[in-house]
């Protein structure tokens, strides 16, 4: 299967297993996407990306517009950035550079505040979006990813231009509109802010156990102890979030946890990092919401326990 040029043209920045999925998917729906890859050029370039997907069906896409430098690249229209957060202030200057005048930039990141961080480092003229991914993918090895389940995407207009217009509508339903196109929900977000937390009741308890425990959801969701230690980390997200501002609906809570009791075993994304020896997404993830929540007078002590661990086992990992 090969890209052809139509509608907008998108860059892909970070183009593992999330960044990978969506690029394969847009490419698959006809989009003239172009990916940026900071390893596994060489493999790509040779046999191309394989998306393998028992409920969307596998695609293999040969050739692939496939570069080492954002100088490279032709100038996009929409960059979609799934990098890790540790690397953010690295990305901007290849954000600008792939960019086209008043390009979209859309952060598929996880964590607190990464678009304001963000914001202060790239163009004024460019638009700025986050991106929460709900979806079930891995990179297998060099271009392969695998795809367990889900795919949407829950996107809200940050800051730019439009910020005078319309405050971002149109873009959202742009946005949305390429992602459907792809076969993926795009439902738009209105409060940023609120769905970056609500996302941080799932990311807080699983990416930091699974590194401290070193497993798997599963584990953690049938053993009686790390049961109530999820969901009492769980409790504390929700709270600390209302402290700030954000209530999140009414039994969220059970939502949240039904997502993931009884199902199949996965590995968050921070214990796939540790295994690798890279640098863990301590400040976007941790950090960040405790400082929020310090800062609103409602602390929580057992997510500050578990980001200390966390900064001593990252530390001692990477030496």
């Known amino acids: 299967m090969s890209m052809t040029n139509k509608g907008p043209r998108i860059g892909i920045i970070g183009a593992g297993a999330i960044g990978g999925f969506y690029g394969m998917m847009l490419a698959r729906a006809g989009f003239d996407v172009h990916f940026l890859f900071r390893s596994e050029y060489e493999a790509v370039v040779a046999d191309g990306l394989l998306l393998k997907s028992a409920t969307l069906g596998d695609t293999h896409l040969k050739p692939v517009n496939a570069y080492r ?38 952060l598929l990141q996880n964590g607190l505040a990464v678009e304001d961080e963000m914001r202060v480092l790239l163009p004024d003229s460019l638009h700025l979006l ?29 800051s730019g231009p439009a910020q005078a217009e319309d405050g971002g509508r149109a873009i959202l339903e ?4 390429l992602f459907r196109k792809a076969g993926l929900d795009a439902p738009a977000m209105d409060d940023l802010a609120q769905a970056r937390w609500q996302k941080l009741v799932m990311n807080i ?66 214990l796939l990092d540790y295994r690798e020896q890279r640098p863990l997404e301590l400040g976007a993830i941790y950090a960040a919401p405790l400082a929020a929540a310090a800062k609103a007078g409602r602390p929580m002590h057992k997510v500050e326990m578990l980001y200390q661990t966390l900064c001593f086992l990252d530390e001692r990992n990477r030496r």
């Open 130 to 158: 986050g991106g929460l991914c709900i979806v079930s993918v891995h990179r297998e090895g060099p271009g392969v990813i695998e795809h367990y389940a889900y795919g949407s995407v829950n996107i809200g207009y940050h």
């Open 205 to 270: 308890p699983f990416n930091g156990l699974s590194v401290l425990l070193d497993c798997g959801s599963l584990p953690l969701m049938t053993h009686p102890r790390t049961r109530t230690l999820v969901r009492e980390l769980m409790e504390e997200v929700i709270a600390g979030a209302a402290a700030c501002g954000h209530l999140l609906p009414d039994g969220y809570i059970d939502v949240a946890w039904a997502a993931t009791d009884g199902k199949p075993d996965f590995k968050p994304s921070m």
């Open 69 to 106: 430098n954002a100088a490279d690249m032709p100038p996009c229209d929409w960059l979609l950035v799934a990098a890790k957060t540790t690397s953010n202030a690295a990305l901007a200057p290849v954000i600008a550079q792939a960019a086209a005048p008043g390009a979209k930039v859309l």
């Open 174 to 177: 742009e946005a949305g509109a």
